[in-house]
């Protein structure tokens, strides 16, 4: 079966999200898919960093996502600052998140929205599909991508088929994070051996990503 998706929002607490959880997909269907990323925080004041914004369009490219479509939620024109790290629990900060989403999906109109797998254990991504799941309405499915070093317990129950291009693009597009580099889940081995993993998992000797279902409404 061919990626059912024609456009697609991901959701990404923090720069890099999406590339780990759903990059490999994301470049398999770059022709075919309209992906928008929508990024809901940086490190500029948790880790001093400087150059999210640079580096998360250059990651995008490299999956094959034009500028245009990636957004930092301050720059949705909604009068939402990006979200302080560690955070995103707090009722302001959910408010922010329902606000973005909200206006994201009616702006886009996605067939599918992709955000952080509900068994995840960093705090940030368990608020932002808790919200997700809250107030996404409409046709869209919503879907739940996994991040290596922050599940423990991901219950799969749709995976993408991808190849040995697709992870090197995806390792390439987290390694485009130029001042957070020297962690051992960016190399490509741990992508590459997580993809056969996940692949076993589907029943197949191949590479693939898994996904958490929580919504798909078939015509």
Known sequence: MDFPYRRILCLSPHPDDSEFGLGATLHRVRATCAAHLLV?????KTRGEQHNARDQLAAAARLGIPAARVQFV???GIGVERLPIRFFGSEESRDAIRRAVAH??????PDAIFAPAQTETMQDHQALTEEVLRI???RAAILG???PKHNRLMNPSTYMRVDEADVKAKAEAVNCYTEFTTRYYFEERML???ARVRGMDAGFDGLAEAFEVYRQVWD
């Open 136 to 138: 996404a309405r409409g």
């Open 192 to 194: 590459d051996a997580l």
């Open 74 to 76: 301050d720059q949705l």
């Open 40 to 44: 809901f925080s940086d490190r500029a």
């Open 104 to 109: 994201a999906v009616k702006a886009i109109d």
């Open 145 to 147: 991508y996994e991040t």
